[in-house]
């Protein structure tokens, strides 16, 4: 497959879209987006309505097309690091490995090197020119204290192919996780829009202002009388979408730094539980596999990782009980 193959998106507006403003819908359609890096693509005029640029307020109309240009990527500033990785499956196109709960996956803030990037521009230095700056190779991400399986691109057109996937909604994934309280219906769906909290803009609520379609089917596989394990499914890729989505059903994830306010309904744990719960540092959340098409062959894969040790061992002492 050629790297030079383009990585532009084109859209052509329905009628549940018309009439919304050209940044809104962009931000819609392309998960991986902000707000503000869609309208800085339309600024700088790598957005086309009908082929002509525009701005962020236009409102659209039926039929319009709409056609997104990413800009080759600046060279990475980005100083590799020897750091472990478990790779599950590798080649020329695509990295598939399992993250460790403890490793952020890119540079951020107050974060600046010993990231799962770092490492991999020293596994893999061809990448540091593809996809997103800062970010080389990155094509979704997995949260600073959720572990599991998770996939990088090596060239741009591996790049291009996969995003395309998670954009139409071909890639599965499913994840397990530990939540408090004992869940009343075995499967279920959450359908909830989700957005930047307006109180903590470092946190996301279905509060806010601005929300955007965010769906998780879930399905309990085992549950004790204060912690149930649950099989989770995101139909969307939102910002923290299963952590809020469960804290917001009353059922927020064990260990959750952020999200969890649950260690007060530890009082019916067992001591052995108990003191499991009491050293988590992370969220027992976990990317258990991932299905997607290689963006080569076309060949359907799908790779998974077992549970963290920390998860089967709080698995093992409930079941004790």
Known sequence: MSD?????????????????????????????????????????????????????????????????????????????????????YEDDEVLVLNKTAEMVVHPGAGVKEGTLVHALLHHAPQIANVGGAGRPGIVHRLDKGTSGVMMVAKTPGAYQKLVAQFQSREVTKVYLAFVWGNMRDLRGVINMPLGRSARDRKKISSKSRRTREAVTSYHVLKKWKEISLLKLEPKTGRTHQLRVHLTEIGHPIVGDPVYGRGLRRAKFLTPSVSELVEKLHYQLLHSACLS??????????????PMREEMKQLEKSLEKK
Do not use: C, M, W, Y
């Open 4 to 88: 030079s193959i383009s990585s532009d998106l084109i859209f052509e507006v329905d009628e549940t879209n018309r009439g919304k403003r050209l940044d809104r819908f962009l931000s819609e359609k392309v998960s991986e987006l902000s707000r503000s890096q869609v309208q800085q693509l339309i600024k700088t005029g790598n957005v086309q309505v009908n082929h002509k640029s525009s701005k962020s307020s236009h409102l659209l109309s039926l039929s319009d097309n709409i056609q997104i240009h990413f800009p080759l990527p600046t060279p990475s500033k980005l100083i590799p690091e020897k750091l472990p990785l478990e790779i599950l």
């Open 292 to 305: 997607f098409f290689h963006p080569q062959s076309g060949e359907l894969l799908t790779f998974e990782a």
